[in-house]
């Protein structure tokens, strides 16, 4: 429900008083301040406009119907939780540290183990590729050396039928000499 404005009220005052579930319920927040991007929480008025407008207006509105027991009792809980939180996150700084040390280790051994794995990847698609390519010529190498050992063999019996024919003039023309020296 709206409630009035006053006239000291400040743009960050006029945004809260003037919301409503119906009409601004899915907008986004956009809370209305005057922080700048070079402010620092060192000083007061910069944490005061921070607190009073980095709320949403229904987590305000939400607390606002809390009695004043409740909305304590909440600051109570809360405040002892974060204080409980801040001091064993304190104690446990170095521990975490040195865990995200040893993860960052873990993470760069991974990254490192995950390229020579990609790098062995493709040095066996290419060892593969190479195997292929070498047992297609093998092949290949193997059908053409069958064909040179046929021509070859062929070549050979022609070779040896000349050989055989001038072995058998030469026999024969052996053989007339020989006659013509021990025949009388």
Same mark, same amino acid.
């Given at each position: 429900?709206?409630?009035t404005?006053?006239?000291?009220?400040?743009?960050?005052n006029i945004?809260?008083?003037?919301?409503?579930?119906?009409?601004?319920?899915?907008?986004?927040?956009?809370?209305s301040?005057?922080?700048? %991007?070079?402010?620092?929480?060192?000083?007061?008025?910069?944490?005061? @406009?921070?607190?009073? !407008?980095?709320?949403?207006?229904?987590e305000? !509105?939400? %607390?606002?119907a809390?009695?004043?027991?409740?909305?304590?009792?909440?600051?109570?809980?809360?405040?002892?939780?974060?204080?409980?939180a801040n001091h064993?996150?304190?104690?446990? /700084?170095?521990?975490?540290?040195?865990?995200r @040390?040893? /993860?960052?280790?873990?993470?760069?051994?991974?990254?490192?183990?995950?390229?020579?794995?990609?790098?062995?990847?493709?040095?066996?698609?290419?060892?593969?590729?190479k195997f292929?390519? @070498?047992r297609?010529s093998?092949?290949w190498?193997?059908?053409?050396?069958?064909?040179?050992?046929?021509?070859?063999? @062929?070549l050979?019996?022609?070779?040896?039928?000349?050989w055989?024919?001038?072995?058998?003039?030469? !026999?024969q023309r052996?053989y007339?000499?020989?006659?013509k020296?021990?025949d009388?």
């Open positions: 429900m709206p409630q404005i006053g006239p000291k009220d400040t743009v960050g945004y809260y008083k003037t919301y409503t579930e119906e009409a601004h319920g899915n907008a986004p927040h956009q809370a301040w005057g922080l700048k %991007q070079k402010d620092t929480f060192l000083e007061f008025g910069t944490c005061h @406009d921070w607190f009073l !407008n980095s709320f949403r207006p229904g305000v !509105n939400r %607390q606002r809390r009695t004043h027991d409740g909305l304590y009792q909440a600051y109570v809980v809360g405040e002892a939780n974060t204080r409980v064993q996150i304190v104690r446990e /700084w170095r521990t975490m540290v040195k865990e @040390d040893e /993860w960052e280790k873990y993470r760069e051994r991974l990254v490192r183990q995950v390229k020579e794995f990609q790098k062995a990847k493709a040095g066996f698609a290419e060892e593969k590729a292929e390519s @070498d297609k093998e092949e190498g193997r059908e053409g050396l069958r064909g040179k050992l046929r021509a070859v063999e @062929d050979l019996a022609k070779e040896r039928a000349k055989e024919k001038i072995c058998e003039k030469d !026999n052996m007339t000499t020989r006659s020296i021990t009388p």
